[in-house]
């Protein structure tokens, strides 16, 4: 997933799960012979999985740097064929190379995968162990875990995916469903050329036979438990920039700040305009012609409602260091808000003299880092058009909006095949997710859900690992935690997901 | 002067004065054989004098680093007996020392001397001579200078007065009026102790004896035009910090920014308590019982009218960028705004992530910095206390108010003493000086010129300097531009200022 912190955010947010079941039960599984020959093979193959796995890590492709894109594409498109997609294409989008696969065996249902290839930056200085070797490492309370770029974002639960491929081949089983994968090289600098990939003719007709799409995920918290999410909000990510420059008032240059007597300050105009975008408690949002969501539905307030028992609001705090929710809502209104309501959040304000101490300039430019968080029944298009003719119309035309990124929100139903097999699969395994409307990670599942595809999307998976977009991360390989996966359970994870995902 | 900046910006203000006249004239001092006299020995103990200016360069103090101070005030004690001041005593102030002197000739009319021995950091690796030889550079269009910290600001002026006591006592002739030092340690960090100095019982009832006190300084641009300010502006500057811990609302640590939907974000809560200390215009000051001054008095609008004349607003403009005064105003009007209203500047803003591209978080802390100028008719306690009550009243009395530094306004008479020998010793020189109500430089005017002193204090000094607070600075010792005054006519400046103090 791209944005590690709204994922480890979602993480946190149910790290205090009480873990609801221990351990996958063996039992459930063992009445089906297909499933226990499997198993035996996927055992088999623990060290070729392990190993698929660090030869990956091995190979980072990193869209930011422009960094072994086109090889990344490439060993992408092997481990696809390994796995036993038939046909595997590289795609041009005008950005960096996508992958398509489709994997056919004449079964009733088809089913997409959801991949990326590229992984964040990382800066080895920071890292225990070099981020591009793999090592296995002891981690006390979970077992050993492999250490690298991407262990858990995403290539861990994408290679436990394949691996559940090649244990199926292995064991003589036919993959129970058609695949269709569509794999990004973009998704960490915002999945700017998603649409041209997911919606390219082939891909497009490919997909549109499948009942969703799902990105495999190590979804376990530390505590074992897993949550089923319904989709995501979207977001914008955008600076406004005031300048004396472009409002024709105020310095070109910082100047001394002596001259505010007679020289505007753009910095007070951005004030000024920031001023008119929320009301007075900084959270109503107050732009002219914003798009309004509808209220939260009776069904997202019932999930609150029973999701919110597994989550202890006292140590979510005391985390974060929160004393009050907006409003001073309870736990229950202020999760009702968090699932359901638009932000305009300023993530960062830059503006002249920042050091230490103080320095008597009058600033010529100011800059408000803003992300709006979008929930559905609001396009990123409109939120923007509305904030454009909002400060136009309020006399702040001349400020910059530079939108650097962003997504539609992504929602599907509950009652989707592709979500009550996640459910089922889960329950199977002795575990009861939490169901809840809307995650607080962001990924690009609107090009899957809103139009023209209109299909269910969200992500699935067994395991657990951490540190995604920060030095050290990991994934469990051997779990000693009777409540987590280890790889060969997350591996075991896809495919009874897959079988679940054939019944229907 | 402590505020390089606001002296810089002065001398910009003025760097487009036509030089209204050329040199210094000789035949008008001739007629004086005491001048001629002062004259011939101020030239044979040029050497002397640039020595001991090379000498106190090489022996910095600095408040900031609190380096040298002690030694900076003995020097500074030793610079004073060695020029022929009786009486001289280290003073305590609880922070660093000053130096208190007095010259007592039994003139009728005795004059303050304000000096500082401190001088400002720097940073060797920026300088293109050593900041502590004083190396002698040639400067194309001036001569040859001084290269050193302190050599303008404000050591070479100082160093120049003393010659001038120097080369009076050399050439057999008395100091024509007693004089009273006060030189203090602390003007670059704000002069936190000015008070306590100055209002020592001796040396309080040693300034009440004088007509006024004047900082020695080097006061010709580069063209040679000279100005006589009758004061400068107050300023403040103060940090308005809001937090999630001192709020109750918001986090305590910067946190993942889709919690915005449920926590508070202290960013915002920064920007609606701005938004409320100016109008839309962003200029006009609506602090609850702010402190309002009296509008420009028609003498003051009499000085603008005539000085602006000498100014280039063309010049102005395109030297900082600046397309249009505040309201679209005329020139004489924005120099009327200029010298007589207070100002409530933003210099710097800073919350969460202030990096390239974006980060998705809710900052736990913003930070403004302010500074807000002050005219006669206003106190710094007075406008810190209504701004302390205006956030209070407005719901944002947890946003912590840190006050780094500041002084009230200081203002002085046209027809004081001091000031009316200024302009009597610039004109016998043949120089025409503007004459401004008051300059956009701050200095810790306001403990002679406030209560309880109450007298006359100003800048005098001809010369040439400039780099003050910056790499590079320096002082015009032997000029080639006969526009502007070397350093042996700078000391004579204040031989002929000291006569004409004397004179009334």
């Known amino acids: 997933m791209r944005a590690n912190p709204q994922r480890s955010t979602l993480s946190l947010l149910f790290a205090s799960v009480v873990a609801t079941a ?26 070729e999985a ?4 660090r030869d990956w890590i091995a190979k980072p492709a990193i869209a930011a740097e422009n960094l072994s894109m086109r090889e990344g594409a490439e060993h992408m498109a092997t481990l696809a ?59 006390p309370g979970l077992g050993t875990v492999m250490m690298g770029r991407g262990a858990v974002n995403q ?52 997909l549109a036979r499948t009942i969703g799409v799902f990105m495999p995920s190590a979804s376990q918290t530390a505590n074992g438990a897993v949550t089923v999410s319904l989709g995501a909000k979207g977001v914008i990510e955008l600076e406004l920039v005031a300048s004396g420059e472009a409002w024709g008032r105020g310095p070109a240059r910082d100047v001394h700040s002596s001259l505010k007597a007679m020289v505007d300050s753009p910095v007070w105009h951005l004030v000024k305009a920031l001023d008119t975008l929320v009301g007075d408690d900084g959270n109503t949002i107050t732009i002219d012609g914003y798009p309004v969501p509808p209220p939260i539905s009776a069904t997202e307030r019932e999930m ?18 929160i004393q009050r929710w907006i409003g001073d809502a309870t736990w229950q209104a202020a999760l009702e808000r968090f699932v359901s309501q638009p932000t305009v959040n300023i993530e960062g304000l830059v503006g002249g003299y920042t050091g230490p101490g103080g320095k008597t300039v009058l600033p010529h430019r100011a800059v408000a880092k803003l992300d709006l968080r979008l929930v559905p029944g609001m396009s990123k298009d409109a939120a923007v058009a509305a904030l454009r003719s909002h400060l136009q119309a309020r006399g702040y035309g001349d400020i910059v909006i530079d ?3 962003g997504y539609d929100s992504t929602s599907t139903r509950l009652d989707a095949r592709l979500i009550q097999a996640q459910i089922a699969t889960y329950e199977r395994g002795g575990l009861v997710p939490t169901i ?18 209109n299909l269910a999307a969200g992500h699935f998976g067994l395991g657990h690992g ?12 051997t779990s000693t935690n009777p409540k987590i996966a280890g790889y060969d359970e997350a591996v075991m994870s896809f495919v009874d997901y897959l079988y679940a995902l054939a019944k229907n």
């Open 436 to 453: 809840w409307p809307r995650g607080a990670g962001s990924y690009p599942g609107f090009v899957f859900t809103g139009p023209p595809l």
């Open 81 to 139: 064929r390994d796995a036993g997609f038939q046909k595997v294409r590289i795609v041009e989008t005008g950005g960096q190379p996508g992958v398509f696969a489709t994997l056919d065996v004449g079964a009733k249902t088809t089913v997409g995968l959801y991949f990326m290839y590229d992984v964040k930056q990382y800066d080895a200085a920071e890292w225990s162990a070099p981020p591009l070797e793999g090592r296995l490492v002891d981690k």
């Open 155 to 206: 290539k861990g639960p994408q290679a436990a995916m394949l691996a559940a491929l090649h244990a199926i081949r292995g064991s003589g089983k036919r993959v129970p469903v058609n695949l269709v994968l569509v794999a990004e090289g973009e998704e960490e600098i915002g999945s700017p050329n998603i649409t041209k990939l997911a919606l390219d003719p082939e891909v497009r007709a490919a």
């Open 466 to 477: 951490s540190g995604a977009h920060a030095p050290d991360e990991y994934m469990l390989i």
């Open 304 to 321: 609150v409602a029973k999701g919110m028992h597994a989550l202890d609001e006292a140590g979510f705090k005391k985390q974060f260091g």
């Open 22 to 47: 221990a351990v996958v039960h063996d039992e459930a599984r063992a009445k089906d012979s297909d499933h226990a020959a499997i198993r035996r093979e996927v055992a088999a193959r623990h060290d």
């Open 403 to 405: 939108v650097t990124g």
């Open 50 to 53: 392990v190993a698929r796995l």
